[in-house]
């Protein structure tokens, strides 16, 4: 079963945020229309929570990390403009998934382990060789 509601991949740029969008409303109007348009889907599939994978957010050795803070929240200051958000994280499902990564990753070292031991040992013949 598939527990995902809904999915989507977004573009970013603060112009999008209808508070940042400063002198030039124009320049991202169709993105920001567009995305709003995607809020409403987002919101009628009555997600429980919302994953955010981003480049911009805490990266750990090259990878994308897990936040099971509290709560996260973000500041950004565009065109002469304010825009910040607070959210809360929904830990369980944080804990979840780095549960499943953890997982996933011991597997495949184990599989990598095994293969590189496997590749060192002398070839097998069969018995009617």
Do not use: Y
């Not at 993105?31 to 997600?47: F, I």
């Not at 304010?82 to 499943?100: G, H």
């Amino acid at each position: 079963m598939n527990p995902f509601v809904f999915a989507c991949i977004t573009p970013h740029g603060s112009e999008i945020i209808p508070e940042l969008q400063g002198a030039f409303p124009e320049r991202m109007a169709k993105t920001r229309e567009k995305m709003m348009k995607l809020g409403e889907w987002m919101s009628s599939a009555r997600p429980d929570s919302i994953i955010v994978l981003t480049p911009h957010g805490t990266r750990i050795n090259g990878r994308f990390s897990i936040s099971d803070s509290e709560r996260m929240e973000g500041f950004l200051r565009e065109n002469e403009a304010d825009f910040s958000m607070e959210k809360k994280v929904d830990r369980e499902l944080a804990r979840m998934i780095n549960k499943q990564a953890a997982a996933l990753t011991a597997c495949r070292l184990r599989q990598s382990i095994m293969g590189r031991l496997l590749a060192r040992l002398p070839a097998f013949r069969s018995i009617g060789e």
